[in-house]
């Protein structure tokens, strides 16, 4: 039983994608026809992939393909494949009711500072809706591989709240996707306009895009041959797998195109990596690094991970990023097309699949050679991609052990020997310039480049001239949990443990604790349960005092990031290191009444605290103390 002809409301997100396409993408909207190819090309890999189970999918028209053509008279641009097409359930799921979740993350990105391009529209999963950017109204006709003519679909909407669903019957399966242009768009009706879109977006979909033979051809550099599936129609496109062919067979511009498509970019990729392994195990990869972070991963998303897509044996089978690649190179885009692994592989089997295991190895490794490559050979680009995905490849030192070295050569710090603010100092140049005797790697975290630079921990490494890298990125100090050497030097937090003092050092640093062992004592009494511990320190030349950490202790403004996320971190004292040098201490000892000198104490304590970004755990108070003393003073 066929069911009855129905109007339904769009999902609430999808009305309200709807609205922003039609008010709000006025560039590039020729990227609707991008998108829909898109969607009809996937259309056709999904059959193809069903039809290897399933060949009577195929029945009637075997060949896949998709045709674009348009009617002046009637004002339509219309697409049409020869793909899996749609039943009426998948229909409503799809381009109806349901919203998806790139629905939320897309209003989400429209509504920031950053305005979303039209051309982005392909990344959040709701490429269809950017028909409604150059049409009025939408007519889809689809019939499911394997269903009965009469089981075809009608959906039909203006864009504005409502689509209606009809029972319509079809000859032939696949999808139309009928655009009814708005007044303003006629260029669209263009023959060669069309053409030339199809050229530049879609030249590398991997299935043949036909036109009605009498629209105008471009001018030079059409393959004739390619016109003989049908009188009427001939191949706009090269409709070729593009890894498959040989390298030198392809241009830059065919590899930028094939990645804009692919990744539904419209910026160039930064790199690219092709690649085919003939042996026991054969397969090609094709890997990019993009320029620009996706929005995706800009807003933190995770749970949808496209862009990476496995094919067998030319057979696209699946997106298969968190198969193919650790979750640290989520931005790599790309194919792989295996000729070992069984076509009915399924997304478990891919996780246990030793094969496939391989695969992925391969893959890091030419990532990381890629990477290594721009890094070398092309440091503006490199500095442009660590700036997009330099967070993002940190994740690595923790989960990918065996590659930790390799990934920790392509990090890059600011320093107190770089320039300002600039992530650009690497560890081999940190250890470069080591001088001799040196066999640390000094760095400090902290919440900003300027708390880093300015942290009082810094300056008995100015003084000896030690380099120190300033680590300011959030991830850093989760990252440097599992970063404890490179290159065979240990990894130090200038906060922790012992400085690099020399035998002459050491003993001027006991002679002055012996000296302040007194006024140590009366500090810890005034302080009573605040502190750990105080003593002298060898840290410090202009400051007062800062607060020195434990091995296993976590920097305070970390502490504080993870008790404001709702995590239970462990309370530990703080240990307080004073300059008895300074005149505020020598104030302290000084003064003969207790409750100044506790005072003096206590913002001694809190300067320490401010400076490390830990929070003041009475502001008030120290608000009053401070006021106390400048008045008192
Ligand atoms: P995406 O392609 O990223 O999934 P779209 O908004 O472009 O997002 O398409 C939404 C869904 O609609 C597709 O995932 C697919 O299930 C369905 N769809 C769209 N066009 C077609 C088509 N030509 N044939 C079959 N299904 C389609
Ligand atoms: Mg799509």
């Keep these: 039983m066929t069911a009855p002809a129905e109007t339904r409301k769009f999902e609430a997100e999808v009305a309200q994608v709807l609205h922003l396409v039609t008010h709000s993408l006025y560039s590039h909207k020729e990227i609707f026809l991008r998108e829909l190819i898109s969607n009809a090309s996937d259309a056709c890999d999904k059959l193809r992939f069903e039809s290897i189970a399933n060949p009577e999918l195929l029945a009637g028209e075997s060949e896949l393909h998709i045709d674009v053509s348009w009617d002046k008279a ?18 409503v799921a799809n381009i109806g009711t349901i919203a998806s979740s790139g629905t939320r993350r897309f209003l989400e990105a429209m509504s920031g500072e950053q305005k979303a391009d039209a051309r982005l529209i392909g990344q959040f999963g709701v490429g269809f809706y950017s028909a409604f950017v150059v049409a009025d109204r939408v007519t889809v006709l689809t019939r499911h591989a394997g269903a009965a ?22 000859p032939e399966r696949g999808t139309t996707v009928i655009l009814h242009l708005k007044a303003d768009e006629d260029e669209f009706l263009d023959g060669w306009k069309l053409r030339s879109l199809v050229t530049k977006y879609s030249d590398h979909v991997a299935f043949p895009i036909r036109m009605p033979k009498d629209a105008p051809m471009p001018a030079e550099g059409e393959d004739e041959t390619k016109a003989d599936a049908a009188p009427e129609w001939e191949t706009a496109n090269d409709a070729s797998a593009l890894w498959t062919k040989p390298k030198s067979e392809i241009s830059d511009a065919d590899y930028q195109n094939f990645y804009k498509a692919l990744g539904h970019d419209f910026n160039d990729a930064a790199a690219w990596t092709h690649n085919r392994v003939e042996g026991s195990q054969s397969f090609t990869t094709l890997l990019y690094l993009p320029s620009q972070p996706p929005f995706d991963l800009m807003m933190g998303g995770r749970d949808e991970r496209k862009g990476l897509k496995l094919y067998i044996k030319r057979v696209f089978v699946m997106d298969a990023a968190e198969e193919l690649l650790p979750n640290y190179l989520r931005f790599v885009r790309g ?19 030793r094969q496939l295991d391989r695969i992925k190895g391969a893959c890091v490794k030419r990532v990381l050679d890629l990477i290594e490559k721009l890094a070398r050979d092309e440091p503006e680009k490199f500095t442009a991609f660590y700036k997009a995905f330099g967070n993002t490849l940190k994740e690595g030192i923790v989960e990918d052990a065996g590659n930790r070295e390799r990934i920790a050569k392509l990090l890059r710090f600011a320093s107190t020997k770089g320039e300002g603010a600039s992530q650009t100092v690497s560890l081999d140049d940190y250890v470069g310039r080591m001088p001799v005797g040196q066999d640390t790697i000094w760095y400090i975290t902290a919440d900003g480049h300027k708390a880093a630079a300015g942290s009082p921990q810094l300056e008995a490494f100015r003084a000896k001239d030690i380099e120190v890298l300033l680590m300011f990125d959030r991830i850093d100090e989760w990252m440097l949990g599992s970063l404890h050497e490179y ?4 990894m130090k937090n200038v906060a922790k443990g ?17 000296a302040a062992a007194p006024l140590v004592e009366r500090i810890k009494g005034l302080l009573g349960d605040r502190v750990g511990d105080v003593r002298v320190s060898a840290r410090l030349t202009d400051s007062p005092s800062c607060l020195a950490l434990a091995d296993y202790e976590m920097a305070p403004h970390l502490a504080r990031l993870l008790r404001e996320a709702g995590q239970d971190v462990p309370e530990s004292k703080p240990t ?7 005149a505020l201490l020598q104030r302290i000892e000084s003064e003969a009444d207790d409750a100044k000198a506790t005072d003096l104490a206590t913002l001694l304590l809190e300067q320490a605290e401010i400076a490390a970004g830990a929070p ?10 401070m006021n106390r003393v400048l008045l008192g003073g």
């Design 149 to 170: 003519p009469e089981d075809g679909v009608k959906w039909d909407s203006d864009g504005r709240g409502e689509y209606s669903l009809e029972a319509v019957t079809l």
């Design 74 to 91: 009637a004002r339509t641009v219309t697409i049409r494949d020869t793909g899996i097409g749609m039943s009426r359930d998948d229909v």
């Design 487 to 490: 290159a065979g030097k240990s």
């Design 335 to 353: 194919v792989v097309d295996a000729d070992d692994l069984p076509l009915n592989v399924s997304r478990e089997l891919l996780q246990h699949n």
């Design 576 to 582: 307080l290191e004073i300059n008895p040098q300074h």
């Design 498 to 514: 012992e400085l690099p003092l020399d035998e002459a050092d050491k003993a001027k640093q006991a002679e002055a604790a012996t």
């Design 616 to 625: 003041l755990p009475d502001p008030a108070a120290f608000v009053q103390r």
